[in-house]
């Protein structure tokens, strides 16, 4: 079975730093989508970023960036230059060839004044 | 404005009274979904529909209804709800190319 693993259930950084968030997925397939999605408290569903496995260049998008190992099959967040507001739940996500979505279980992170 | 509607937001009810959530989009997409969210347990498929007239159990469909009479319409239907049922309710809707999910801002279900 397609698996997503997010192993940091929370997190804590100062305002300004730079994190890191981990995700690994299970899959044989070959071509598929990755994403991370961003939920505040709002509780509202964002995409973040969005990577193609069949593209070696990893995704950037303003201060998130995606250090996509396809081998490792890893995909981890890294988000610059940390802000209040990206106080939220993160979720990692893997599209397959069926069109399903599967989710990790999340990362809490807080972004500390 | 490209979006989900889902409705309501938040839905107390009481135990086996039967509860209709909405879901429109206005993108076109034939691909459509509803998930569940639950602490520690992340987001779990309840039902997908890949077309009109055509839906699939996900992960957890116990307990859950959908139909697909029209494409930009997809409810989520529980016919006897209960206390195990509260959760918080997303809907989204997926185009071709791998371009991920809309959402729907969500409904808070609450089952006593």
């Known amino acids: 079975a397609q698996t997503v693993t997010q192993s940091q259930p929370e997190m804590s950084v100062q305002e300004a730093e730079t994190v890191t968030l981990s995700c690994t997925y299970d899959?044989?397939?070959?071509?598929?989508?990755l994403f991370w999605y961003k939920q505040p408290p709002s509780r509202q569903m964002i995409l973040v970023i969005r990577?193609?496995?069949?593209?070696?260049q990893n995704a950037t998008e303003n201060r998130f960036s995606v250090n996509f190992q396809k081998a490792a099959k890893s995909f981890s967040l890294k988000i610059s230059d940390s802000q209040l507001g990206d106080t939220a739940m993160y979720f990692c996500?893997?599209?397959?060839?069926?069109?399903?979505?599967?989710f990790g279980k999340g990362t809490r992170l807080h972004i500390l004044p | 404005e490209a979006q989900v509607t889902q409705n309501p937001r938040y839905l107390i009810t009481v135990t086996g009274k039967k509860l209709t959530v909405t879901c429109s989009q206005n993108?076109?997409?034939?691909?459509m979904s509803w998930y569940r969210q639950d602490p520690g347990l992340g987001l779990r498929q309840i039902y997908y529909?890949?077309?009109?007239?055509?839906?699939d159990k996900g992960d957890v469909p116990e307990g859950y209804k959908v139909s697909r009479k029209e494409k930009r319409n997809f409810p989520l239907i529980l016919e006897s709800p209960s206390p195990n049922q509260t959760s918080l309710y997303f809907c989204?809707?997926?185009?071709?190319?791998?371009?991920?999910?809309?959402f729907g801002s969500g409904t808070r279900l609450t089952v006593v």
């Open positions: 996500a893997f599209l397959n060839r069926d069109d399903k979505i599967i």
């Open positions: 899959t044989s397939e070959n071509n598929y989508y």
């Open positions: 990577q193609e496995a069949y593209k070696q």
């Open positions: 993108m076109n997409h034939e691909y």
């Open positions: 529909s890949m077309n009109v007239e055509v839906t």
């Open positions: 989204a809707s997926m185009g071709q190319g791998g371009v991920g999910y809309t």
